[in-house]
């Protein structure tokens, strides 16, 4: 290593089954009133009363919010704030997806250092004072958002994905229960595993990778690679669902620390302008960037590849090994029946308008920068004509 490394985590991670029955305990240490932010989902399957049960038996009262749909916006975060404040909070849960663990994040730090969340982009702002406890539940095995300092929030006036990264929006205390991602279904299964899949790739290619990140990018990767087809086709497999959920923390603390690439930079925008939700918007571009990228990494990506064929370990060149990486997560994609662009319902004619204006919201939001091949304007024009009817191969069986 040329240069120091830095590592970040939140300062407690409870994982494994039932850990999310410690939220009170872990609740109590910095609280007494939380704020719960949510969704609709997690309050008719149960798991807000659940939550807030668990803080009752340890005498901590709560508010809830659940005000979040799909991707998070300046609006969700304004909204929970004025309840946070309102309500004389003094710490933040939150118990969903990414989406409402990033709206979290946002209340956190903005309960202390104030401001629009948007003045934290490309730390224009810095949050100097800590901001209020954040303990994050994840209930998908996905975003990894619970062990990263990186909050996505869609500015709703210009339509642009803001990707805000400042130690400060790091979780105080991560909860990672497997038995909470059982109810997702498994067209979200299929695509907050990709997602997970892709925080773990782009860690690993990143030009800002180093050892620690490499080893937990590498395990997550392979938790991941051997397990999402039993989770998808049997969402009652506690095994899978368990090897999962820890991929997906794995590459969430790789990704925070080596930073995404080019599919993030490029998803951000498919997010703002057609609402496309972040684990579908990288799942349909993660194939074409690894074969635009390829020739720029192929020692890196050949040890992708692999993982996908361990026995192939020997008989391979890098080239061969880089070569089957690029076609096992095209076969992923395909086995896990996710869309194009053009098959999600993006009308074409709205999709080419919008392709120049994509591409340039990408580039300015960092990422690409960090691709092992770093496009121009011009050739993430051409990246996004080439996703909009992109074809996977022919699935497996799953």
């Known amino acids: 290593m040329k240069h120091f490394a830095v590592f970040r985590t939140p300062q407690t991670i409870l994982y494994g089954r039932e850990s999310f029955r410690q939220i009170g305990e872990e609740a109590a240490l ?11 989902v997690m309050t008719s399957l149960g798991y807000v009363k659940e939550c807030q049960e668990f803080l009752e038996q340890k005498g901590v009262v709560s508010e809830v919010y659940t005000g979040v749909e799909s991707e998070p916006t300046d609006d969700y975060v304004s909204e929970g704030l004025v309840l946070f404040q309102n309500t004389n909070c003094d710490i933040v849960i939150s118990l969903g997806g990414g989406s409402c663990i990033d709206t979290a994040k946002a209340i956190a730090v903005l309960a202390t250092n104030g401001g629009y969340i948007g003045d ?18 994840p209930t998908t ?46 067209q979200v299964t299929a695509a907050t595993g990709i997602d997970a899949l ?25 938790l991941i690679i051997n397990n999402i087809r039993s989770a998808y086709s049997d969402g009652e497999n ?31 925008p498919i997010g703002a302008l057609f609402h496309v939700p972040h684990g579908f918007s990288n799942a349909m571009l993660l194939p074409a960037v ?34 089957l990486a690029v076609a096992s997560v095209k076969n992923l994609c395909a086995s896990l029946e996710i869309p ?19 591409a340039a919201d990408a580039l300015d939001s960092g990422s690409p920068a960090h691709n092992p091949r770093l496009p121009t304007q011009a050739e993430l024009e051409e990246l996004y004509q080439i996703c909009y009817d992109y074809q996977f191969t022919s699935p497996e069986r799953v």
């Open 120 to 137: 934290y982009r490309g730390n224009r702002t810095i949050a100097e004072k800590d901001p209020i406890p954040h303990l994050a539940i």
């Open 340 to 358: 194009n662009l053009k098959e999600w319902g993006i009308t074409e004619q709205v999709y080419q308008s919008a392709i120049s204006k994509m």
């Open 238 to 268: 506690l095994d899978a669902r368990e090897s999962m959920s820890l991929g997906a923390l794995q590459a969430g603390m790789a990704f925070t620390n080596a930073s995404v690439c080019l599919v993030h930079g490029m998803s951000r």
């Open 141 to 186: 095995a996905g975003t990894g958002s619970e062990a990263t300092d990186v909050t996505v929030i869609t500015n709703t006036t210009s339509d642009v994905k803001m990707m805000i990264k400042q130690p400060a929006f790091m979780p105080a205390v991560a909860i990672v229960d497997p038995l909470l991602s059982i109810s997702s279904p498994k």
């Open 30 to 40: 910095r609280g007494q009133k939380a704020l719960i932010v949510s969704d609709q």
């Open 290 to 323: 690894l074969e635009y990228s390829k020739e720029s990494c192929t020692d890196r990506l050949a040890d992708v590849g692999r993982l996908f064929q361990p026995e192939t370990d020997a008989s391979l060149s890098n080239e061969e090994a880089a070569e």
């Open 198 to 222: 892709s925080h773990a790739v782009e860690a690993y290619l990143s030009k800002r990778a180093h050892p620690m990140t490499d080893a937990m990018a590498l395990s997550a990767m392979k």
